[in-house]
T-cell receptor, first 112, second 113 residues
Framework: GENVEQHPSTLSVQEGDSAVIKCTYSDSASNYFPWYKQELGKGPQLIIDIRSNVGEKKDQRIAVTLNKTAKHFSLHITETQPEDSAVYFCAARSSSASKIIFGSGTRLSIRP | DAGVIQSPRHEVTEMGQEVTLRCKPISGHDYLFWYRQTMMRGLELLIYFNNNVPIDDSGMPEDRFSAKMPNASFSTLKIQPSEPRDSAVYFC???????????FGPGTRLTVL
């Protein structure tokens, strides 16, 4: 089955700098890669997703890149702000399965 | 829509007791998921339903766990008997389809003493 690995587990960046979180997946049939943000005391919330027919997707300060050959994808947050502090999860869904497998999460802290 | 609704938000119980967690998905969503989140194991999918039918329960840890979805607007996750290692935050999520955005509820924090 699918296995998703996520790095780093914790990340601290200066406000205004960029943050990058990287994930790898094992199932070459995976075709959908969402990213979720979880704030303290809340459930995860989708912030951006990418499908396998696209290499990059942007939404304001957030971008995701996908390298299908290498089976890895990354989340980029530019001009980080205090409200970006949260736990971020990458995930992958195989075209041959119906469930999404989540990575282990990255706790992002933004230093003022 | 109010989003996914879970109850209770917090549950403290003693080992051996039965625990029932409840979820109301977003109206119109065909898929319902139950997840467990712990520091050690992260976010684990326990079971999911499509149109009220359980599709994959391979994540259910053992026979003490059971889940039902008697209708499109209600699901329960039951633990009987509960054990301290069941302490976790349990999330319910729903979506229109498996490849679509999953909307998570606020979670139920379960503590088994």
């Amino acid at each position: 089955g699918e296995n998703v690995e996520q790095h780093p587990s914790t990340l601290s960046v200066q406000e205004g700098d960029s943050a990058v979180i990287k994930c790898t997946y094992s199932d070459s049939a995976s075709n959908y890669f969402p990213w979720y943000k979880q704030e303290l005391g809340k459930g995860p919330q989708l912030i951006i997703d990418i499908r396998s027919n696209v290499g990059e997707k942007k939404d304001q300060r957030i971008a995701v890149t996908l390298n299908k050959t290498a089976k890895h994808f990354s989340l980029h947050i530019t001009e980080t702000q205090p409200e970006d502090s949260a736990v971020y999860f990458c995930a992958a869904r195989s075209s041959s399965a119906s469930k999404i497998i989540f990575g282990s999460g990255t706790r992002l802290s933004i230093r003022p | 829509d109010a989003g996914v609704i879970q109850s209770p938000r917090h549950e403290v119980t003693e080992m051996g007791q039965e625990v029932t967690l409840r979820c109301k998905p977003i109206s119109g969503h065909d898929y319902l998921f139950w997840y467990r989140q712990t520091m050690m194991r992260g976010l684990e999918l326990l079971i999911y339903f499509n149109n009220n039918v359980p599709i994959d329960d391979s994540g259910m840890p053992e026979d003490r766990f059971s889940a039902k979805m008697p209708n499109a607007s209600f699901s329960t996750l039951k633990i009987q008997p509960s054990e301290p290692r069941d302490s976790a935050v349990y999330f319910c999520a729903s979506s229109l389809a498996t490849g679509d955005e999953q909307f998570f509820g606020p979670g139920t924090r379960l503590t088994v003493l």
